[in-house]
């Protein structure tokens, strides 16, 4: 481990884990040009930067465990706003950007506070990186870019001990650099839009840091972080024993055919836990197969006539006694190393939250690279159980949208990451609907204005977007919405769209204030 201490953006001293002065390194340099220097010199390193305000608060003996495998980046910003302007909220869509500080927190947003890198990642990108710009432009860069190519990026606030009070002034990015970084780091529409979304929202025109940024190029993101192998000093395994969860309504052939598959398994499950959901009066069971044929595993099946499949997992997953649990659907198929190969993975990356490659027939796999994920399959993800003692599916998602999302972020919030597993590959037969549903009518299913969007969805960005994403999603849904309305007078379109917005709200806010959640 190399600490390069900085205050106001040049090296100050260059030390190794003891805390001894390393004179082979030059101080006087900034910070980007020092990294650059220490990756050269020893390329294989933890390179650690640290302001001289946070020096003595710095958990030294914490580090090796943060940096648990060469592909973590990981930084820590104490102060209220990040180098980046909140307005970079107009433009991003991820659940990256509202980050819990209090927690270990996937995000791109980074700090030249405290935080470090593997020398290798900086030796295997020096190419597509630049060394003489801002280092805390440089380091935002670098993990935005990164990230989506299998570096993992996170907000570490165990990089510093206990409740301390020190402060370091942080200059933030200008306007100028927030449009700069848009262009470089998005597709070039997005400039205009964060420009509208300026005009709309605060009243600026920015037609300058406009014009400068159509200047700049797109950033590379062609990166080849594989040749950085992963192997993770966690132990996050202790027993390879796991539950399987399933809730199924009227597919009784299908969830027969995933139970062949489970019992195929090379390493196989400890128990299946079947929730058989049919909210008619007076009905039973049809799995008759679960009973009458023998399985290589304790099945345990729940039969109820309340329909949902929030309700159905949450019944579901009260029942788990191992140490892992698979959340599987009744239309999947799978080959017989599904189980092995998870938890392979698990252990290789130091990880207790996973989800696999989940396509329908005919799709194709786009995201070919393992990598942390905003995303969450309800149907195809691993967890470790003692998770599920804290989270739960959110019934205020019942038959809508956003339930498995608002499950992974719960996960976020209690400081795991989500891992998608870009080798392990999980058929979703999107079978035809099984019988037994009735139709739901929502509270807002006769309000005379539909909301828009959907209340649920609402619901899940008012909890996990900052109030700047929220708005820029708001004009990019009443943008795209344009389009397909039959209200075609400007005017009369956005006062409509205004209102359907308000009617979410007001339901989003009605289902927030649900016990029963």
């Known amino acids: 481990m190399i600490i390069i201490v900085h205050h106001k953006y040049k090296t100050t001293q260059v030390m190794d884990a003891k805390m001894q002065t390393i004179t082979r390194i030059a101080v006087g340099n900034s910070i980007t040009q020092t990294i650059y220097d220490v990756s050269t010199t020893f390329p294989d390193v933890l390179i650690v930067w640290c302001n ?50 209090k927690v270990t927190y996937p995000t791109w947003m ?11 990642v900086i030796n295997t990108l020096s190419n597509d990186l630049n060394f003489d710009i801002n280092f805390d432009y440089f380091i935002n860069s670098l993990a935005k870019r990164a990230m989506v190519e299998g570096l993992f990026c996170y907000s570490e606030p165990k990089l510093l001990r206990g409740n301390f009070s020190a402060t370091a002034e942080i200059k933030q990015g200008s306007i100028y650099e927030t449009f700069k970084f848009v262009k470089q780091h998005y597709k070039w529409v997005w400039v205009f839009f964060l420009s509208l979304s300026y005009l709309v929202y605060e009243k600026k025109i920015t037609l300058l840091p406009l014009i400068k940024s159509l200047f700049y190029k797109q950033l590379s993101t062609t990166f080849n972080l594989e040749v950085i192998p992963i192997q993770s000093t966690k132990t996050v395994i202790s027993k390879h024993e796991i539950d399987v969860i399933i809730p199924t309504i009227g597919r009784k052939q299908y969830l027969y055919d995933v139970l062949k598959d489970l019992a195929a398994q090379t390493l196989l499950p400890k ?58 659907d009744d239309d999947n198929r799978f080959d017989s190393k599904l189980i092995e190969t998870l938890f392979n993975r698990t252990g290789q990356y130091g990880v207790q939250v996973g989800t696999t490659v989940y396509l329908q027939k005919n799709e194709v796999q786009t995201y070919l690279k393992t990598a ?58 999107k079978a035809p609907i099984g019988g037994y549903r009735t139709k739901v009518n929502h509270p807002w299913s006769e309000d005379n204005i539909v909301p828009k969007p959907s209340p ?41 769209y205004n209102k359907q917005w308000k009617r979410s709200q007001f339901w989003s806010y009605k289902l927030h204030q649900n016990p029963n959640a």
């Open 52 to 101: 001289v305000a946070f020096l003595n608060v710095l958990d030294v003996n914490a580090i090796p465990s943060l940096f648990h495998h060469q592909r973590v980046l990981a930084s820590y910003n104490p102060n209220a706003n990040f180098y980046l302007q909140k307005q970079i909220g107009y433009v991003e869509r991820s659940f990256y950007v509202k980050v819990n500080k």
């Open 372 to 429: 942390q994920t905003s995303i969450f399959g309800a149907g195809n993800s691993i967890i470790k159980s003692s998770l599920i003692q804290k989270v739960k599916f959110n019934l205020n998602y019942e038959f809508n949208y956003g339930e498995d999302t608002d499950f992974g972020m719960q996960l976020r919030q209690l400081g795991e990451d989500v891992v998608y597993f870009a080798d392990i590959k999980i058929d979703h037969l």
């Open 456 to 496: 649920t969805i609402q619901l899940l960005y008012q909890t996990y977007f900052t109030p700047e994403q929220l708005l820029g999603y708001k004009l990019l849904l009443g943008l795209r919405s344009y389009k397909n309305s039959d209200i075609k007078n400007p005017w009369t379109y956005i006062t409509h």
């Open 271 to 328: 128990n299946v836990i079947i929730v058989e959901q049919n909210p008619l009066k007076g009905s039973v069971s049809e799995l008759n197969y679960l009973n009458n044929q023998d399985w290589p595993f304790t099945i345990k099946h729940t039969f109820t006539h309340q329909s949902g499949v929030c309700n159905a997992r949450n019944l579901a997953l009260s029942q788990v006694d191992s140490e892992w649990t698979f959340l599987g």
């Open 110 to 120: 980074m700090s030249s506070c405290v935080g470090g890198v593997h020398a290798s």
